[in-house]
Structure formats: C-alpha cells, structure tokens
C-alpha cells in the first residue's frame, strides 16, 4: 500500500527553522516527482516546491531563499527545509506523490 | 508563471443535480490538468488527471475534459457525499499551480 507520513512540524518562532520529512512506504520516491503543498488556515491550497526524478529541484518564488527541497533515496524519504519562517509560512504542509496519493499534512505554526 | 481560475468559487445545488465547474488556465497547458476533492479537516483527493482520467476508486459520475486552456469537472449526478471544496491544478510547467477553489455545498 502506498503512504505518505509527514512528519516535523509544530510551533516555532518567527525566524527559526525546522525540517519537514515525509516517510514513503509501497513505491520509492526516486521513481516519482515529490511535491510539498502547504494550506494556511481556511486558505486554498499552495504548491511550495518539487522534486524531479532526475534530481532537478524547483520552489516557489514566495519561499525560494529559505526553503529547500531534497530526498534521500536510502530512507525513501522527502524533505522540506524550511529557514527564516515567517508569520505567513503558517500552514498545513502536504507531502504529495506525483499528482497523489498526498500524507495527512503536518501543521507548522510561526508565532512568537 | 501560469494562472488558474476556477468559477464558481461556491455553489449550491441538490442531490440528482448535474453540476458542472470551469478552470481556465492563463496559457495553453495541453492536458496538464488535474481535480482533487478536499473535505474538511482531510488531505486533498485525486479524481480526474491529464484533464480526463478517472482515478482508480473515483466514481463514475466525476468526469472531466477539456484541452488548452479550458477544462471542466462535472459530477452527473449529485451525491450527498460530493459536499467538498474542489480544486483544479496545471502540472504542465513549475509552478504547478491551483485555482482558487469551489466551495460545493448540498441544499
């Protein structure tokens, strides 16, 4: 069976950092583009960043700077590294495979 | 980058309802188009892909087409269940963006 758990978030000032794994079981994220997707309260949804087979990597313009996407292949897991968080970084964070399944989300809180 | 719009952004209809919602893409996407179903509280749910594929498990009376730069998701019959916020996205070029999203409530 194919999942998706998200794991890393939680409640961090504005300016701190934290790191986002999505643990994949049922298929290999080598074999898949990976894509993180984030949700602000009662907001729609917001494509963050991607990762390609072939390693190509892409984030959108309202995180490039202070976010990376990365895998690691031996753990068959996916990464978000998320620096400088601000206010408005305040979200659910999904881990998506190719166009789906997506992980339940996991909530990043920036707050003081 | 390109620009996904949805309309309606809310909609109420009935259960047996034929409801049909429209996603324009700012430039031509081929097929690259794809609907999710969120529920609240949920992870969003793939249904239609590459604009007109029905995922597996996804019942029949979703259905979408569309080519270029208009697509539509049509539910043919609708169930008290269809109650959802729906969403389109482009996956032809990073970023792969999402409309706004449609609100469909039951009456």
């Not at chain 1, 292949?73 to 999904?94: C, F, G, I, P, W």
């Not at chain 2, 031509?28 to 969120?38: R, V």
Request: charged content about 15%.
């Amino acid at each position: 069976e194919v999942q998706l758990v998200e794991s890393g978030g939680g409640l961090i000032q504005p300016g701190g950092s934290l790191r986002l794994s999505c643990a994949a079981s049922g298929f290999a994220v080598s074999s898949y583009y990976m894509s993180w997707v984030r949700q602000a309260p009662g907001k729609g949804l917001e494509w963050v960043a991607l990762v390609y087979t072939g390693g190509s990597t892409y984030i959108a313009d309202s995180v490039k700077g202070r976010f990376t996407i990365s895998r690691d292949n031996s753990k068959n897991t996916l990464y978000l590294q998320m620096n400088s968080l601000r206010a408005e970084d305040t979200a659910v964070y999904y881990c998506v495979r190719g166009t789906g399944p997506w992980g339940q989300g996991t909530l990043v809180t920036v707050s003081s | 980058d390109i620009q996904m719009t949805q309309s309606p952004s809310s909609l109420s209809a009935s259960v047996g309802d034929r409801v049909t919602i429209t996603c324009r893409a700012s430039q031509g996407i081929t097929s690259y188009l794809n609907w999710y179903q969120q529920k609240p509280g949920k992870a969003p749910n793939l249904l239609i892909y590459t604009a007109s594929s029905l995922q597996s498990g996804i019942p029949s009376r979703f259905s979408g087409s569309g080519s270029g730069t208009d697509f539509t998701l049509t539910i043919s019959s609708l169930q008290p269940e269809d109650s959802a916020t729906y969403y389109c996205q482009q996956s032809y070029s990073t970023p792969h963006t999402f409309g706004q999203g449609t609100k469909l409530e039951i009456k």
